[in-house]
């Protein structure tokens, strides 16, 4: 009886992840419209997962030299996803260069890690130019395409296995700091802008006046040194306030 509740677990389980993975690809396909999204990793399994599960991906190449010589459209923009690894050219030299080929607001990159990742070298990735980085041990979870759809939205997202690495290490750090500092009701307004509300909603929803929730909204950007709604979001995922499925009914 004990193996059979188990399998039954364990099926159950599965058919939560499907059913998780293709929402998030019904979503992404809504949002990718005007977008090629492309992947460059050496590894060919990776490639082939890619592919796979990422149902809009334009194309997979080896290298940095072949996403660096492909003819790709002049207009749109371009989302790619980058591995850390066994490139033969470093992933911030290539999204410099990508950059200045294609022009630095056309471009957003997603860089693949493994959790082992030294902490200085994550930490250059996360402040040198990568728009959001995952971890490669969890892709299969859907964190990979909940950093895709997150990306496509114009936020950025960092692993909360990563973003817990580096609070932990930069404890003075300002904006670590201001995430500490925040009430109750200052989370409380970034979780329902998370899933959605708008300012009139979250005033209607806390039986405030709308001009109260659009003055704790202008205080909340100020201590998180952003401007607006997405940046705020962004912080959020940063900070560990917000993850990425929270995200997911706005997004769609």
């Known amino acids: 009886m004990a193996i059979a509740s188990e399998w039954c677990t364990t099926g159950v389980q599965a058919e939560e992840q499907r059913e998780r993975i293709r929402r998030l690809n019904q979503a992404i396909n809504e949002r990718s419209e005007g977008w090629t999204l492309l992947a460059c990793t050496p590894h060919r399994y990776q490639q082939t997962a890619l592919v796979v599960s990422l149902e809009p991906l334009h194309a997979a190449v080896a290298s940095a030299a072949e996403l660096l010589a492909m003819p790709l459209p002049t ?16 992933v911030l030299t290539l999204i410099a260069q990508m950059r200045q080929l294609h022009g630095e607001a056309r471009c957003r990159f997603l860089v693949c890690l493994r959790q082992e990742v030294p902490r200085p070298r994550l930490e250059q990735l996360w402040r040198g130019g990568a728009d959001g980085i995952t971890c490669l041990d969890r892709s299969g979870e859907g964190q990979l395409l909940e950093a895709v759809l997150a990306l496509l939205r114009g936020l950025t997202c ?18 670590a700091e201001t995430c500490l500092q925040l009430n109750e009701r200052e989370r409380q307004l970034i979780r329902l802008l998370a899933h959605g509300r708008s300012s009139a909603e979250i005033a209607a929803l806390l039986q405030l006046r709308a001009d109260t929730i659009r003055r704790q909204l202008s205080g909340l950007y100020r201590k998180a040194g ?4 997405r940046g705020l979001l962004s912080w959020g995922l940063e900070q560990g306030l917000i993850r990425p499925p929270d995200l997911l009914t706005q997004l769609r």
């Open 226 to 229: 952003v401007r607006g709604q």
């Open 75 to 90: 207009q749109g923009r371009l989302l790619i996803i980058c591995d850390d690894e066994d490139l033969e050219k470093d």
């Open 158 to 175: 960092l692993d909360p296995v990563f973003s817990e690495r580096l609070r932990h290490q930069n404890q003075r750090d300002h904006a």
